[in-house]
């Protein structure tokens, strides 16, 4: 067990350095930055000095070097384009984007496991199958479009809800929430659905299928044979069964929420994260958009890690398994 | 030799049609009209040269005196030559859309090939050799399956997009989108593959064929791989549409095809800025058309998931 | 530092952010498509960024509702010799902290524009020294005649020394230091009408009213919030939905909508900003054409053979829902030294083109592709997409190559050599004056000089060059004008530019606010009105 988790936490490492080449190093050559940063009167010696300044005549090795040295206390550098530290500017953003991915998160759980629990069992019903139905639409409307229909339903003809941003927030402590006033709450409520309706598509077909798998074990034929009630088979037995796998999906979906809401977050404007990396995208804020690059990659590598020590810890024989191929 | 392929690709043919999928698919009413629909959203797009009434690739045709029209149908400005009305530059929206879908189609279809030739190639090695072999590329898979796929899709783009000169770009676009989003999808097949295999491997037919010295292969190509065909298939299917959808995004983003030579994606994202302004069919027309593309193929693909898993008959 | 302690800090800062947003009775919530890239008064030289700024911050002069230079924190200034200009300055200024502003403020500002980080330094290199007389009082001396230098300064906003002094923001924004220059960047002190209450780059900005300003102005605003908002279809929807009471820009095909919408409108005119295409004629073969061993360009007959393809009136109508004024200057009506009898556009003529272009030796026309923004101008990828539509009809086939203005300015600009055959590009002077038109746009292109610097083509005829000069010193205003029309009339003549048009200002305002919109496109709060 202890060689296997040294072995997954090595290749975590060597896979974030290998991201952070990529971040670092292909970004540098997206775009000239130095035009990002002054006017269009700047003169051309002013430029270059900007650019020496910066370090960005120096060579790759020692840009990348600098690079890693200060990504591990954190230190991302300057964003070139608001001139304050990268890691400030995250801090900033990220309550919203967790704010959003945990809400969002939350929904597609709570609403997409009963409706999969649901349609395994009443398989042939006209309500599952409806929800079939529904959640295939959902999976084919690109998020983007979710969004600017639900904008131009919600916002502009019925002016029920806001169209963008978070509304008013409190800060408690460092974090930020909009779950404390009424606009903050309405500003949640377009952009969590436009997350997490196809998330939610995918845990219930995941759920239904798992349950459905389930259902036709030979477990499960021996406990009706035993004449134990529906009710209890299904929620005592198969439902039991299928969560092992799902709750580890849902862990590695936590992470896609958090890619999603980069697309959902440019629809919305909404200021979190995602929205922070596409604008340094188009505004070639290399700092930014290595730091968020790195960021992602420690969320979803650490999400990776736990996933594999769960199912070490469930599953016994992939730790041998594991340890003796690798070790 | 061609002889007795031949023949055993007839039997299998015949094969199918006796089989239960055959009898599933002309017995099921979602499947039938699911698959004609995306049959015939091929087929409008492969022949939009022939059937569309206007080359929207070809400047000298398009005439901005054209521009913003509604369909004739739905407003008195309308131009009969245009039944669904024209766009900013003066463009047939119906042209667009089969111009567009045609992209669009044509970009799904080579990523999902080309993903599923990576990804069943890696897959077979894998599961077949196992070992060092394996566990490197599974270890690869684990790490890009961490990683969503319209992620990789737009790194990649973005950085294909900085390392090629840009006037090259728009020629290049398709290819980058492309290679960006089968690269990011070989995964699923890789691992479905692998899955399959190690079951197979143990199977009696295979352990004859070592026996026997049969090259591995041979074995892995010739009597695993077809085996193990079937969720190969299911996965395509549903890869599919979310290639096309994965293009439309990136598109929508503006990291994708260019005005000039729009895919369905583009062609949304320049009727978004009109949605306010009344001219709702230069979006609504476009986005349609993709939700119908992408959900025939999604309705088609999911009735075959569920027909071709023995165990939910 | 660490990352934790990196949030803790933000964290207080974010709290007494919050902590200060009360909503009190007259509030303005307004949007443009980006934010202001930094606070520092000169780390920045862009129209929006000065903008933004001129509400916090003001200069010896100032610019009124109608762009027209007036007494701002100088009450009045005498040229007292072709190189001198004494100002008399305003008594009884105080800064949003308390300091009173005074001539050490004006001499720390102007060396501030001097200092590394400084992108004024253009303006700031009009004056050679500045001498204290007394308190209010200041020579300014120059190396040659600066009668431009009055307006021009009017961009120049003035610190308080001892604030930046405290803050170590003595010199202007630096980004390569860490946190020692940093503070001018997210804070500002000003002698303005309004004061910023608290930021957050790229989501908030507040600002209140600052209690005791010396000038009386219209507005009973008391608080602002601002919010950038890059979608536009996101803009017009939130102002519909009455979610933000001013935003800008709109697009020009909302204007329909929003017409139609109770209590809110669109407000519009025309900006001063020319939007023209630019040629390659200095190269002797193009880098961007299938024409090779020569360049096209160079001959008159082809760039009149363009000019005549161009259907100006067809842009204004189809592409700028008739919101574009076509021009054939160079210069906008509200630049001083424009005469409308040089403004009527080249004729639309394509019969006209094929021939000019047949006898040029290209019957079958040729191909090019033109650079293109698409996030600068409006609707700028579309105007290229008309563009290219239209020359295709006399036989050119243009391919349009639209970018991100970041990636379009590192492509065509002079630090990347002019990498460009043709392009399409908008121009505001800064100064309100032709010079500066003429100087960066129209001379040809001087490395010492920097005359020329955004002369892309590198159009050049000598003797526009000295009438260029002649300009810059004139004061003449008669003589002056004379220059400036054969100058205008040469570059007309030699189809050294393709002027389009000047595009439309485009504002969304709720009905319950009366705002001014000024040609340069600067919100300026002090004519913000609640009714």
């Known amino acids: 067990m202890f060689s296997f988790l040294i072995n997954r936490l090595l290749q975590s490492i060597v896979v974030l350095i290998a991201v952070a080449l990529i971040a670092f190093s292909l970004f540098k050559f997206v775009g000239d930055p130095i035009n990002n940063m002054v006017g269009q009167d700047t003169t051309l010696q002013e430029r270059e000095e900007l650019r020496e300044r910066l370090g960005l005549n120096d060579p790759f090795h020692l840009q990348f070097y600098h690079f890693i040295k200060n990504a591990v206390v954190g230190d991302f550098g300057i964003s070139y384009r608001h001139k304050v530290p990268v890691s400030d500017l995250i801090a900033e953003r990220a309550p919203a984007t967790l704010e959003l991915s945990i809400i969002s998160a939350l929904l597609s759980v709570f609403i997409g496991i009963p409706m999969g629990v649901y349609t395994a069992i009443h398989r042939r019903g006209f309500i599952s199958r409806s929800f079939m139905s529904l959640s295939l639409v959902g999976i084919s409307l690109p998020t983007f479009l979710i969004g600017i229909l639900f904008i131009f339903l919600f916002g502009v003809i019925l002016r029920w809800l806001p169209t963008f941003g978070r509304g008013e927030v409190v800060s408690i402590g460092w974090w930020t929430t909009g779950l404390l006033t009424w606009s903050g709450i309405k500003s949640l409520i377009l952009p969590s659905i436009t997350l997490a309706l196809f998330q939610m598509t995918l845990i219930m077909r995941l759920v239904r299928t798992e349950m459905l798998e389930v259902l036709c074990t030979d477990y499960i034929k021996f406990a009706r044979a035993r004449g134990l009630s529906e009710q209890a088979i299904n929620f005592g037995h198969a439902l039991k069964n299928t969560l092992i796998p799902v709750i580890t999906i849902i862990g590695l979906q936590l992470g896609l929420v958090m890619a999603f809401a980069i697309i959902t977050e440019t629809v919305f404007q909404w200021p979190g994260m995602g929205m922070l990396f596409i604008q340094s995208i188009e505004e070639v804020d290399v700092p930014v958009m290595a730091a968020y690059l790195m960021m992602i990659s420690v969320i979803f590598v650490s999400i990776n890690l736990l996933v594999d020590i769960l199912y070490a810890y469930i599953d016994p024989r992939l730790t041998i398994d594991g340890g003796s191929k690798h070790g | 030799m061609a002889d007795s392929y031949s023949k055993k690709s007839n039997s299998k043919l015949k094969q199918f049609f006796a089989g239960d999928l055959w009898y599933d698919f002309h017995h099921s009413p979602v499947a039938l009209l699911s698959f004609s629909i995306s049959v015939l959203c091929l087929l409008l797009a492969l022949t939009a040269q022939l059937i569309a009434p206007f080359d929207i690739f070809d400047l000298a045709a398009i005439d901005l005196m054209d521009a913003d029209l509604p369909p004739p149908w739905a407003g008195e400005e309308g131009d009969s030559r245009f039944f669904l009305g024209t766009d900013d530059q003066g463009r047939d929206i119906w042209s667009g859309i089969l111009y567009g879908a045609q992209i669009s189609i044509f970009v799904g279809f080579t990523s999902v090939i080309i993903s599923a030739i990576i990804g069943i190639a890696l897959g077979l090695l894998a599961g077949y050799k196992g070992g060092r072999i394996d566990s490197f590329i599974m270890r690869v898979a684990d790490i890009q399956l961490s990683f969503p796929a319209i992620l990789i899709a737009l790194l990649i783009d973005g950085v294909m997009r900085g390392l090629l000169p840009r006037e090259m770009h728009d020629e290049l676009a398709v290819y980058v989108l492309i290679f960006a989003i089968s690269i990011s999808g070989w995964v699923q097949y890789a691992r479905t593959i692998r899955g399959s295999v190690m079951v197979e491997k143990n199977k009696e037919y295979v352990q004859a064929g070592q026996v026997i010295g049969l090259p591995s292969h041979i074995i892995a190509l010739r009597h695993i791989l077809p085996n193990v065909l079937n969720p190969i298939f299911v996965i395509g299917t549903i890869h599919l549409a979310s290639a096309i959808i994965t293009e439309a995004t990136l598109s929508y983003l503006g990291v994708g095809m260019s005005p000039t030579t729009p895919s369905l994606g583009t062609l949304i994202r320049i009727g978004n800025e009109y949605l306010l302004s009344g001219e709702w069919w230069i979006t609504l027309f476009p986005g349609a058309a993709l939700v119908i593309l992408v959900l025939s193929v999604n309705i088609f693909g999911d009735w075959l998931r569920d027909a071709l898993n023995p165990k939910l008959r | 530092m660490s990352m934790i302690k990196k949030i803790l800090t933000t964290s207080v800062m974010t709290g007494m952010i919050l902590g200060a947003g009360a909503v009190s009775a007259n509030t303005l919530k307004f949007a443009f498509q980006g934010d202001a890239q930094s606070f520092d ?491």
């Open chain 3, 41 to 531: 008064p000169h780390g920045l030289n862009e129209t929006f960024t000065l903008g933004f700024l001129s509400n916090v911050y003001e200069g010896l002069t100032m610019l009124d509702k109608d762009i027209k230079v007036v007494p701002g924190l100088a009450t009045s200034w005498e040229v007292t010799s072709p190189t001198t200009i004494v100002f008399k300055l305003r008594p009884g200024v105080k800064f949003h902290n308390g300091n009173s502003f005074n001539a050490d403020d004006v001499i720390f500002s102007w060396q501030r524009t001097l200092s590394e980080g400084s992108d004024q330094k253009v303006r700031g290199m009009m004056v050679k020294e500045i001498k204290k007389i007394d308190d209010l009082t200041i020579e300014v001396h120059t190396d040659g005649p600066q009668p431009l230098m009055p307006s021009e300064w009017a961009w120049i906003f003035m610190m308080d020394k001892e604030w930046a002094e405290e803050h170590g923001a003595v010199n202007a924004a630096n980004v390569k230091e860490k946190n020692a220059n940093g503070y001018s960047l997210n804070h500002a002190n000003g002698t303005g009408p309004f004061e910023v209450v608290s930021r957050q780059p790229d989501v908030k900005t507040v600002f209140k009213r600052s209690a005791n300003h010396w000038n009386k102005i219209n507005t009973n605003i008391t608080d602002i919030i601002f919010t950038p908002v890059k979608q536009a279809a996101t803009r017009t929807a939130a102002l519909i939905s009455g979610e933000l009471d001013m935003v800008y820009p709109i697009p020009v095909q909302d204007w329909k909508r929003l017409d139609s919408e109770e209590g809110v409108s669109a407000i519009r005119g025309p900006e001063a900003r020319t939007i023209f295409l630019g040629m390659d004629q200095s190269r002797d073969e193009l880098l961007y054409s299938n024409i090779k061993g020569k360049n096209p360009l160079k001959d008159i007959r082809v760039r009149k053979a363009m000019a005549h393809a161009l259907h100006l009136e067809l842009i204004k109508k189809k592409i700028m829902r008739g919101a574009s004024t076509p021009t054939g200057l160079m210069i906008a009506p509200q630049v001083n030294g424009f005469n409308s009898e040089y403004n009527t556009p080249y004729k639309y003529d394509p019969a006209m083109s094929k021939k000019l272009l047949a006898e040029a030796g290209y019957p079958d026309g040729f191909e090019i592709t033109i650079d293109c923004p698409n996030n600068r101008y409006v609707n700028d990828e579309k105007i290229c997409q008309a563009v290219a539509s239209m020359m295709a009809k006399v036989g050119i086939k243009m391919k349009v190559l639209a970018q991100p203005k970041s990636k379009y300015f590192g492509k065509i600009l002079a630090q990347n050599n002019y990498d460009t055959s043709m392009y399409l590009l908008g121009w505001t002077p800064g100064s309100m004056d032709v010079h500066n038109v003429l100087l960066g746009l129209i001379s040809c292109q001087n490395k010492e000089t920097k005359a020329g610097l955004f002369n892309l083509g590198n159009y050049c005829n000598k003797r526009v060059d000295e009438l260029q000069k002649l300009v810059g010193v004139e004061t003449d205003p008669v003589k002056r004008q004379a220059y400036i029309d054969e100058a205008m009339k040469i570059v007309k003549d030699e189809v050294g530019y393709l002027p389009l048009h000047q595009q439309p200002l485009s504002w969304g305002v709720n009905d319950k606010f009366q705002i001014n919109q000024r040609a340069d496109n600067v919100f300026d709060f002090r004519y913000v009105v609640k009714k």
